[in-house]
């Protein structure tokens, strides 16, 4: 990784490029200096090693729903077999992104089995009345992202797997935060709900599958994130296309 972050460094396209590693390159701290090859190589190891867990866990959870519910992934592949085959073995990244179900499909992944269950915490700095609570200074205080994307106020039936909820509704960044909310707000966001869609659409358009574990799967918590109790299986039928 050092070697490659010294080529891009000496090479005549960092500047060109808006990959990752070349804003890195192109980033300052806070006393307007480049950063170091170092800092920059731990910087990259953050993004391969951090979103990866979260991300695979709420791919699973994608598929296990969308094959559980059978009426799910009928609303989806009408969807997705809209999509021009013109290169059926390449993605159009942005007609993906701007699928309305395949959203709604993903964000309901992500409410319902929240990976990442608390914000990180925060220190009270001053004295502080929320709701019913008074908080002292040196006081901290996290977010429940699970409690929050079960409030039947703002998710009727919130244990019901209904992806629908995010075509009739808009919510607020503090109504649903699957990744936190504010200024702490996870960087990964973005990417990791591009490789949602693209790894569930690709599945199901080119591969058929069948739910093994048919039954209802719960959620546990391990460490600050979460997981299905138990492996989700799930068999391949047979190939649709090459």
Same mark, same amino acid.
């Given at each position: ?108 992944? /992500?409410?319902?089995?929240?990976? *990442?269950?608390? @914000?990180?915490? !925060? #220190? $009270?700095?001053?004295? =502080? ?63 990791? /709900?591009?490789?949602?869609?693209? *790894?569930?659409? @690709?599945?199901? !358009? #080119? $591969?058929?599958?069948? =739910? ?31």
């Amino acid at each position: 990784m050092l070697a490659e972050v010294e080529e891009h460094r000496n090479s005549n396209q960092a500047s060109e490029e808006m990959d990752v590693l070349a804003l890195l390159l192109s980033a300052k701290d806070h006393e307007g200096r480049d950063l170091s090859d170092r800092d920059i190589c731990d910087e990259l190891m953050m993004f391969l090693i951090a979103g990866f867990e979260a991300t695979t866990v709420a791919i699973t959870w994608s598929l296990y729903w969308t094959h559980f519910l059978p009426e799910v992934k009928q609303n989806l592949l009408s969807e997705l077999n809209e999509l021009s085959d013109d290169h059926p073995n390449s993605h159009n990244a942005s007609q993906l992104m701007s699928l309305p179900y395949l959203s709604a499909v993903c964000n309901e992944t /992500l409410r319902i089995h929240s990976v *990442v269950m608390l @914000t990180f915490a !925060r #220190q $009270v700095n001053e004295p =502080l009345h929320l709701g019913n609570y008074q908080f002292a200074p040196g006081d901290l205080v996290m977010g429940s992202i699970y409690s929050l994307h079960r409030r039947a106020d703002l998710y009727p039936q919130p244990e019901r797997f209904r992806p629908e909820r995010f075509l009739e509704k808009q919510f607020s960044p503090y109504e649903f935060m699957p990744f936190g909310s504010g200024v702490r707000r996870c960087m990964g966001s973005a990417l990791a /709900l591009s490789e949602m869609k693209i *790894v569930l659409a @690709t599945v199901l !358009r #080119q $591969v058929e599958l069948s =739910l093994v574990s048919n039954y209802p799967i719960k959620q546990v918590r391990r460490g600050v994130a979460s997981g299905p109790k138990s492996p989700i299986l799930i068999k391949v039928i047979k190939r649709k296309r090459d």
